[in-house]
């Protein structure tokens, strides 16, 4: 159903019997860390290494939570080796893009 994220996962880690409270900590994930690894371009372009690593490093355990193991492997990468990481930081920035969307979309399926 989801090609990034993971459903049991994210409901093994907020759980499911609040809903609206597991709609709350998804939609904290998109308002920050998704955001804050979005911008992430603006750091390249200043070789703001230091911020870059910051950024991937506080995003990896959201990734988890939301099962999106391949996209935190890619923040590992990113951090073990920041200065020549441009390139991942593409294919991250397309991950972001369906992440963010199978996020609403699970989201809108969660009643």
């Known amino acids: 159903m989801y090609r990034l994220i993971n ?29 804050e690894l979005k911008g992430l371009n603006q750091f390249f372009l200043v070789d703001d290494f230091k911020t870059i690593k910051k950024t991937c490093h506080k995003s990896k355990p959201s990734m988890s939570y939301i099962g999106a193991l391949k996209t ?12 020549n990481s441009h390139e ?20 809108n399926a969660t009643n």
Do not use: A, H
């Open 7 to 35: 459903e049991k996962t994210i409901l093994q880690y907020f759980g499911d019997d609040d809903p609206v409270m597991l709609k709350e900590m998804v939609q904290i994930i998109i308002d920050i860390n998704l955001k």
């Open 72 to 83: 935190r492997k890619i923040l590992e990468e990113m951090e073990s080796d920041i200065e």
């Open 88 to 107: 991942l930081n593409q294919t991250l920035q397309s991950q972001l893009l369906v992440i963010e969307e199978e996020l609403i979309k699970f989201m």
